[in-house]
């Protein structure tokens, strides 16, 4: 899908505990930095929809399991992305696309690297069902 | 300790997962992005001695509890700091100090937010016995 990469990451082995690359001011689709959160999302439970019209967005999961879908309201196209330890990558979703994401596991988190910072008139939410989607 | 900033952290409360925020470009104490990844760390694990010549930490712990010791080799001088969701602050550590850290509970965390890119030439490794500490 146009404005959406996948970025596969490092990962480091340990024995006293794994490093999991994340992003670095060199890769390739680097868009810079604006903010940095986390966001946590429970079993079976799904945020969104919200597309930003500014900010793109670098996800990670370092811990769980979550799926992601994108839908293109222009193309009126849908991707489903599942990362986790076992598929990790960096999803970066440009600007101009709703996104929602369900949590699999019992802990599942991700990581947002935001190339700028968050404001609340760049974004916009609407209700689940606004967009009809097969879960 | 001169080189060390605690900054308190916002949690936001979400029933269906929080948002715990990482870091700002507008943060007073953002010296700039260079690289993100993520530490593992098993409890009674510790990883360390470790000490950067160039690179800015910003630790932050999302998941677990984290105990921090920095050893300031000039002033042989200690701090103690331990992170968690109840303690939630970004540890920023300028360079030229001594870091190690273990793990306390099942799981636990680590984001490290760079502000430069990791490199070999700028960080020194020493064994944990070589700092007297009774951890």
Do not use: C
């Not at 990469?5 to 890769?27: C, E, R, W, Y």
């Not at 990670?60 to 986790?84: A, M, R």
Request: zero cysteines.
């Amino acid at each position: 899908m146009d404005g959406v990469n996948l970025t596969p990451l490092k990962q480091i082995h340990n024995p006293k505990g794994d490093v999991f690359h994340a992003m670095k001011k060199s890769d390739t689709n680097f868009y810079g930095f604006g903010e940095a959160y986390f966001s946590f999302i429970n079993k079976d439970d799904i945020k969104g929809w919200k597309k930003h019209t500014k900010m793109t967005l670098n996800l990670i999961v370092p811990v769980g399991k979550i799926e992601f879908v994108i839908y293109d309201e222009n193309k009126n196209d849908f991707l489903n992305v599942k990362l986790s330890k076992n598929n990790y990558q960096r999803l970066t979703i440009l600007p101009g696309l709703w996104m929602a994401f369900r949590g699999y596991n019992r802990h599942n988190l991700l990581l947002n690297l935001a190339n700028i910072e968050h404001n609340l008139t760049e974004a916009m939410n609407i209700d689940l069902n606004k967009i009809e989607y097969k879960w």
